[in-house]
């Protein structure tokens, strides 16, 4: 079954601290996988695709294909970081539905 | 670009209502998909049109449905209303084909069923 856990429903640091928000996966096949992001009273946003390999207001997300997870990690959190976070994986080239998990909220405390 | 637009922004039904959501994708993006989010949860995916033929529909009744006009715009409609119904509906915008499959959300119609 294709499916994405993230296992935590709220994630709380202080300023400055490392983050991590965590995103496993299961899927047959060569998934996409991407971090949304939804601020407060904005729209959901793509912050990272894993194709990419690219680095976002301080945020990156390696893809482990032996672990089958994509675990979004930054070195230090800031304020404005608090949002809400959903992974989420599809099949290759958009054709497919996107699968998404429950979401972690991350609330940085000054 | 005023990125993926969705109307109305809100909206107030009873049971056994009828609604119809539209959706304006970005400019140059020949898919659309629709998700439906409760509270609490991740998005479900609905429906995805691509070049207006159906490409996928989740698991959802028959009393939802969609269409993908020549514009790439699209509707989706719910007929005969739950108290379940009630959610944020959700439309990405997408270019299958372009190298990702990168969707791009709306704002999204908040829909409430009473």
């Known amino acids: 079954a294709q499916r994405v856990t993230q296992p935590e429903k709220l994630l709380s640091v202080f300023k400055g601290a490392p983050v991590e928000l965590k995103c496993n996966y299961s899927?047959?096949?060569?998934?996409?996988l991407f971090w949304y992001v939804q601020y407060s009273r904005q729209r959901l946003q793509l912050l990272l695709r894993?194709?990419s390999r690219e680095s976002i207001k301080g945020f990156t997300a390696d893809l482990n294909k032996g672990e089958t997870s994509f675990h979004l990690k930054k070195p230090f959190a800031q304020e404005e970081d608090s949002a809400m976070y959903y992974c989420?994986?599809?099949?290759?080239?958009?054709?497919?539905?996107?699968?998404f998990g429950a979401g972690t909220r991350l609330a940085v405390h000054p | 670009d005023a990125g993926v637009t969705q109307s109305p922004t809100h909206l107030i039904k009873t049971r056994g209502q009828q609604v119809t959501l539209r959706c304006s994708p970005i400019?140059?993006?020949?898919?659309v998909s629709w998700y439906q989010q409760v509270l609490g949860q991740g998005p479900q995916f609905i429906f995805q049109y691509y070049e207006k033929e159906e490409r996928g529909r989740g698991n959802f009744p028959d009393r939802f449905s969609a269409r993908q006009f020549p514009n790439y715009s699209s509707e989706l409609n719910v007929n005969a209303l739950l108290l379940g119904d009630s959610a944020l509906y959700l439309c990405a915008s997408s270019s299958p084909g372009a190298g990702t499959g990168a969707r791009y959300f709306g704002p999204g119609t908040r829909l409430l069923v009473l």
């Open positions: 899927y047959s096949g060569s998934p996409e």
């Open positions: 400019s140059g993006h020949k898919s």
């Open positions: 989420a994986l599809s099949g290759p080239g958009g054709y497919n539905k996107l699968i």
């Open positions: 894993h194709i």
